[in-house]
Structure formats: structure tokens, C-alpha cells
């Protein structure tokens, strides 16, 4: 009897699981779904899903529109280069307040977060003007610098949350065996904190892949990533609805690679620990 109604349990939580999966992802397949329509079809009322005639027009009119591989590259260097460099930034703060706190660690933790919740038009001006001066207004380099800063808050604390889980007589029987700072950080704190480091790049990767606000303010031409493609769609002349779908598919496209890729990884390394 209790096993069966354990498997009822089960099934019963399976499929809510599923639904609310499928709820969330809705949205995403209507946006790859309204890419192969008519700007008509996309319109309709009541709403076209599955049977209309599939096109790929707009995925051509995107492409001779638009220099996508232009906008990739700089989505992937921003992302990639702001996870990097914040993880450079974070792992050292991160491992000192975990290992070696002082009675300021709290606060300053709280004060970092805190920061998340100032509203960025609020320093959107001092920010651009700054740009304007350093001559980093439309570049690479001064977007990957604010993407990183606007995500450190959040590295530092997932970073710190896994550093805690780490036994400190580790790290001490590392340092009475004649272990430096960095020995210490490359090579015993980093391997024993992979998967939470992992963690925090994929996040990071996606926040600033996401980042739409200040890409859209910074930058105009040669800096511009695939949030600023899509925005391109959005035009006085109104919203092509279809034609802003495929760029939308386009560009969450890689996420979606990114995913399942990590999904499948992160499938391999459960599989293989627990044979192990």
C-alpha cells in the first residue's frame, strides 16, 4: 500500500513537473514557432500553433538585413570575457571571506548584494559620460568591464556559498606542507570548487548574454551584441512580428545549445560519481 501510493506520488509529481516546464518553455517555442510564419500568420486572430505554411522568408530577410555573425561574436566575447574576468575578481575575494573573515565580512556581503537593487538608469548617466571621456563609448572592452561589475555582486556570492562547504583542515594541512597562496587557490581550492564554479560561469554567462539595458545604451555599432539585433526589429514602423521572432530564435539559439550541452555534461559527471 505505501509503495503504491509512493509511486502515485511520483507520477503525480513527474507531471506537474513537466507541466511547469512546459509552461515555461511556451513561450520560447511560440517565439521559434511565430519565426517560421507570415507577418499575416503571426497576427491572426484567433491564433495560428501548428498548421500554417512554414517559411523560412524571414530568416533570410534577417540575414541580408542584418551582419549576424557581427552580432554573435560580440555577445560571445562580451559574456565570455565578463564571466572570465569577474571570475578572476571574485574567486580571490571569495576564497578571503570564506577562509579568512574579518568581523566586516557580513556587511560588506550585504553591502555588495544591496547594490543589485539600485535601479541602472540611476547611473546610466554618470556611467556614459565617464565612457565618453575614456573614449570606451561603442567599444568591447568597456562593455565587458560593466557587465562584469554589474555581475561581481552575485560571482562573489555564489563563489563564497560553495568556498564555505570546503573544510578548512584542508587548505591548513596544504599550507603545513609548505603550500603558498597561490598553490593554495590553483590547486587545491579551484579542483575541490568546479562544480560551483561551473555553476557561477554558466550563470553569469547567461545574465550577461541577457543583458540588454546597458548594451542598448553603450554601444551603437561595433560593440553591438544580439540583444541590440533583436532591438533593430522595433522600428517606428511598427513591430514585424514574425521577423523579430526569427532574430529572437536566432540569437537564444547558442543558449539553447549552451544548455543542453551543460545538461548532458552535467548527466555524464552524476553518471560517472556514481558508478565511482
Not at 554573435?72 to 562580451?78: E, M, P, R, T, V
Amino acid at each position: 500500500m505505501a509503495r503504491a501510493v509512493s509511486n502515485n506520488r511520483k507520477m503525480i509529481n513527474t507531471a506537474v513537473a513537466w507541466l511547469i516546464g512546459l509552461l515555461i518553455f511556451f513561450p520560447i517555442l511560440w517565439t521559434i514557432l511565430t519565426s517560421f510564419k507570415t507577418e499575416a500568420q503571426a497576427i491572426a486572430d484567433p491564433p495560428i500553433f501548428l498548421f500554417f505554411d512554414w517559411t523560412l522568408e524571414n530568416y533570410s530577410v534577417v540575414q541580408e538585413r542584418s551582419d549576424y555573425m557581427r552580432f554573435l561574436w560580440n555577445s560571445i566575447f562580451l559574456a565570455g570575457g565578463s564571466t572570465i574576468l569577474g571570475l578572476i575578481i571574485a574567486v580571490p575575494a571569495a576564497w578571503s571571506m570564506a577562509f579568512v573573515p574579518s568581523k566586516r565580512t557580513k556587511d560588506i556581503l550585504l553591502w555588495m548584494l544591496s547594490t543589485k537593487m539600485l535601479p541602472a538608469v540611476g547611473v546610466l548617466y554618470p556611467i556614459y559620460l565617464l565612457f565618453i571621456q575614456l573614449g570606451l563609448l561603442d567599444s568591447r572592452i568597456g562593455l565587458t568591464i560593466v557587465l562584469m561589475l554589474i555581475n561581481l555582486p552575485i560571482i562573489v556570492w555564489m563563489l563564497y556559498t560553495y568556498f564555505r562547504e570546503i573544510p578548512g583542515e584542508i587548505l591548513e594541512a596544504a599550507r603545513m606542507d609548505g603550500a603558498g597562496l597561490k598553490e593554495e587557490l590553483l590547486y587545491i581550492l579551484t579542483p575541490m570548487a568546479i562544480p560551483g564554479i561551473a555553476s557561477t560561469m554558466l550563470l553569469n554567462f547567461i545574465l550577461a548574454w541577457n543583458e540588454a539595458f546597458w548594451t542598448l545604451n553603450l554601444t551603437a555599432v561595433n560593440a553591438a551584441p544580439l540583444t541590440a539585433f533583436i532591438a533593430s526589429y522595433s522600428s517606428p514602423e511598427g513591430l514585424f512580428f514574425a521577423k523579430l521572432s526569427a532574430a529572437s530564435t536566432m540569437a537564444i539559439a547558442p543558449i539553447l545549445i549552451l544548455g543542453w550541452f551543460s545538461q548532458k555534461q552535467l548527466v555524464r559527471g552524476l553518471t560517472f560519481g556514481a558508478v565511482k
